[in-house]
């Protein structure tokens, strides 16, 4: 017996004695705590473990389930806490690895690196079989400073778990530190490798991810042996729809009325047929099935002909067909998001868009696409929340971008897509990057194969020569071996079953199957039918269907059925997994779920929400989804994989292998955002829908107050890095922002002025310095900083305004003349109403909001220098991806524009398209020219969705003295602290409560290096480009020296100066996937960047990447 085995046996034994002298509430009572935490509700596991802990005080282990639950509940002081609680433990017993381990992390957690070291040292001593204390420990070394030694851990981490991907690139980094780049870059090429594997693990500071020891132990574990399949057919006996043959005929299904029952949609020649589904006399309800016993089967569903069906009549008309004797396909998508399904009848006569204007009542919508279709697809081609449309035929290929106002535009001939004649259309991410990939199987080969650039860049996909150049009668695709990659599965001309895998880097080709397929044509399809969370190829030929094992070829089912024409899935029932529908001799049949079958659930993604504006389509269509049921992987996509002309929509079946519930749900919609869904119980049909959240914005603001941190605003939004404009062109950011507060919102606390700047949101804060500059004026003067977020006009300078006179309007009215003017004389943070939104678009109106000053006497009355124009306000941001969207439809953001009535009645433009307030609630001065003589008025308008708080007009004057004092930092720190809880009110005002915080959301992280935990002041003191990095869920904790009191007669401001930049995930967002590459000020001189560089290896060592 090893080592490493004598000691878990002992612990066992230990663990065992103590359970002996427990209650059976107190063991009950711990393993609800642990649920807790599994579910991230950590405040309550604290509060159930110390209800353990008071009742046993001598149950070890549950005095470091308390400590780890205190740990991550992270509130002020719970390291410290936590800390105090394991030191105890290990008084008492010095060999208790988890409270050593988790007492290392909370070390290197708070910036002592050289502690963690000792106490990792111990663990990997006593368990040397551990990848997480090895990697952690390297981890320790790293940030000491050891790169030699933090090597050896990361190598030893590899060795003891290949899948712990986190030590790839720690280990790369560490190896080129000591000069062994050859090393580093095998390691690179090993972490691209895993880098989509959702079994590869990612260690960092959050629960589940720091490794077992740091989790919460239940008294016990009992390790289930997978459930055998029930007894019985897969399928029950075949019922007959129809007994008409259509030998033409195609199949789609999807909900059309609305009603939660899926129907059947018929295309042939002629026209189209619907068969409404109806439920039968004993089909389950949502959560009737017993998830632990073998489903039942599905009752058999019953449908019926709707021979007067809207859509069948309309459809039956010359001009819907457009002259063309034969409707090919149905694609089924809600292509407006208006909440009804809508179809596009694909046929010889053109493509043309039906569109549900409510229930059961359509309208049809003209594509401008009139060229023979033989197939298509329904998806977001350029994932900017809407359902673009691909179609092929004998002349080739159209792709048409939705404009979301009913028309779309023909791109295939400028994108070079337009290809050659095709017969199916396969839309996947073959790459693995997020985007949607083309692949076209033409009539003859060549096949047409492409990958997806985003921003309407297409290149020929690099590799699978062989799939391009095969002979193929159908082609589909999914990762059906839970890898992260997707595989590629086609009939060949020759009737085979090939699949094409990728390992991260190369395509390998294989043949599954050998004369898989007899006759000239076949179908393809995947789908989980036996309930075990491995999905099986449905094979059509002419024979009839089967079932085929993806990993080994072989054959599970073999069923006949006569001149089959076409099959697809159907699923009816959650609980019982898809039914099959065939198409044949036999006319329209039904093969209900049989009841050999493990429970099943149903997922229904869905872009939708209460919100007003949505970033992905609602259909969810293109939605990335990863099901964890008791340690096992199912990966699916929210893509129609069956092989056919047309496209169905439908829930996505997931097999539980013998479980009551999936543990949980990840999803990643077609914007990149990222939700996870827990405890989702089988038997039901679950509908998720997209979680509308702020993604991301800028860094978020808190000042000590005296009593709290309370919420300032955000900063840096003029400082984002690779915000898109147009394709191949990004904002310029600007790195320096100050931002005004008077003394009331700053106050001492222990002789030092706090700071927070954070990052409630998914997207990273890169701060070269934090300084405070203190003003006091005369309580008869006024100052406002020289800040907005600049388009045109007079460039930004952050220099302070002071003033004594300012001008408020004697009138204001907004678009259409509606008196505004007691809205816009206090910041009060309520505006006149901006105006309609454009419903297709963040941050856009549907018209120009239009504000109007009027003033009496004329701007000019008094000296017409140095006027300024001072407004309070905020803005709806809109993303790169939506800035993209209104691109590629014509659509343009236009920043406010000033004019000026002059004495002559006329409006003449003073400054065109100068900016606004850049973000949250804040003050910005536009520095007038010289206005027209005699001005009355002013006027402003954008399209923007601007709040106006407060406007008027003051006259600089000089003010000698006025700046005080310059603070730079005394302290500084980056710590875990959290999610602030957002709240938006009304106009869309967002508040932030620092006192309300959660330790986990759903944000990833960018990949790289962050500044390690504690310690930063070095990095944000100078304005040097050597930048402190932290993520979601992060901040920098800074501290300045109090200065005495202002004198009798002055009232203080304090000016925030933040140097530096952000930088989000969005899709369209310039390397929004990594930290790097870190930015680097114009003019920056060889001896600052060398400081930078060693501040950087010197502080950035913290890995993190994803959720």
Known sequence: MSFRMLIIAALGWLVACTEQALSPEDIARNDRGVAQMGRYEYKAALATFAEVVERSPEWLDARVNLAIATLNRQEDGDEVKALEILSRVVEEDANQLRALYTSGLIYLNVGEPQRAVSFFNQVTVADPEDAYAAYFLGQSHMQAGDFARAAEGFLRALDLDPYLRSAYWAGALAHRRIGSDDRAATLLADYQRFADNPAARVAGFSYKRM??????????????????????ELFSDPHVLDSGQQPDATVTTADIDGDGQLDLLLAATGGVSVLAGVPATGVPNAGTVDAGTPA??????????????????????????????RIRAALWGDVNDDGHLDVVLCGDGGSRLWLQTSGNEWQSTETGMATPCAAGALFDADHDGDLDLFVTGPSGNELLSNNRDGSFRQLAAEMGLSGHAGRQVLVADLDTDRDLDILVVNVEPPNDLWQNDRTWQYEPFPGLDDLRDASLLAVTAADTDADGHVEIYAVTGTGDLAVWRRDGSVWQHQILLQAASAGASAELSIADFDGDGRPEILLTSRTGFALIDPQSGEVLLDQAVEEITSAIALPLDPGSGPAVVTLGAMGLQLWPAGPGRHPFLALEPSGRSQAEQMRSNASGIGTRIKVRTAGRWTLLDALDPHSGPGQSLAPLSVGLGGHARADFVALEWSDGVSQTEIDLEAGQLHQIAETQRQLASCPVVFTWDGRSYRFISDVLGVGGLGFFDSPGVFAPPRPFEGYLIDATLLRERDGRYHIKVTEPMEENAYIDAVRIHVYDLPTDWMMVLDERMEITGPPVSGRAITYRRSRDPVRATGRGGDEVTGLILTADHIAPPPGEVDHRFIGLLAEKQVVTLEFDPPLDAGGNDDAVLIADGWIEYPYSQTVFAAWQAGVRYEAPTLEARG???????????????AGMPRQMALPLPQLPPGTDALRLSSNMEIYWDRLQVAWEEPLEGALRATLTPVAARVAKTGFARRTTGAQRLPHYDYGNRSPYWDAKFQRGFYTALGDATELVTEVDAAVAIIGGGEEIHVEFEAIEAPAEGMRRYFVLDFRGWAKDMDLYTDHGETVGPLPIPDGIDKKTLARRERLHEQYNVRFQEGL
């Open 211 to 232: 490794g077992p020891k740091a989790e919460a132990l239940a008294t016990g574990t009992v390790e289930s042996a997978p459930a055998p399949r029930p007894g019985g």
């Open 296 to 325: 039942a089967g599905s009752p058999a569903a019953a449908f019926k002909f709707v021979a007067d069906h809207p859509l069948a009549l309309a459809a039956r008309a010359p001009a819907a067909l457009i002259g063309a004797p």
């Open 903 to 917: 004495s002559d009645g006329l409006w003449h433009a003073v400054a065109v398209e100068f900016g606004y307030p």
